[in-house]
């Protein structure tokens, strides 16, 4: 019991350092693009960050969701990627706290703050009130992720195991599991 208490108490030491570098990085990437760019790129770079929460989002309610059996025999049989999909199945919690908790929130955190920052400069460019501005462009933004995030959930549901392995072929040109 103890083992397994001093596992979770390092998962959750981990993932606080990863939350923390991982927003470090992806604030400082929105704020250098924002900051020197027009209204136009500020929106593609809004829509990206939305795009990867509601990506990551269905590949942690994919591992959650997919079935283990295809995955053993696709590892049996040397499939490539297979190795990397046991191991995230095997450790699904943990791969949906990441994906979902700590990658979904930090895009919604950043599509707030880029939300902000294009209101701003909209504001500068243009005569329309700034808390109507602010208040359509927080509702766009907590729509299209509240909409992506559900509707990706309804695709990862019924194409668990094809979004497990395709998240794993990609990531086993950059991870090789120990044998």
Avoid: R
Wanted: proline letters at 1%.
């Amino acid at each position: 019991m103890a083992k397994k208490k001093n596992s979770n108490s390092n998962w959750i030491i981990l993932i606080t350092v990863l939350a923390f570098v991982i927003s470090f990085i992806f604030s400082f990437i929105s704020e250098i693009a924002l900051g020197n760019t027009g209204i136009f790129v500020g929106v593609i770079i809004l829509i990206s960050f939305i795009l990867i929460g509601v990506i990551f989002d269905m590949i942690g309610v994919a591992v959650t969701a997919s079935d283990e059996k295809p995955i053993h025999s696709m590892n049996a049989q040397k499939v490539k990627g297979a190795d990397v999909a046991t191991i995230l199945k095997k450790n699904a919690a943990k791969v949906s706290s990441f994906c979902n908790d700590v990658v979904g929130d930090i895009c919604g955190i950043i599509s707030g703050s880029a939300g902000v920052s294009i209101t701003v400069t909209l504001t500068k460019l243009s005569d329309i009130n700034s808390l109507l501005l602010s208040l359509i462009v927080t509702a766009l933004i907590a729509s299209l992720t509240i909409g992506g995030k559900a509707l990706g959930k309804g695709i990862a549901i019924k194409k668990a195991n094809n979004i497990l392995y395709t998240f794993s072929k990609f990531l086993s040109y950059f991870y090789k599991p120990k044998k």
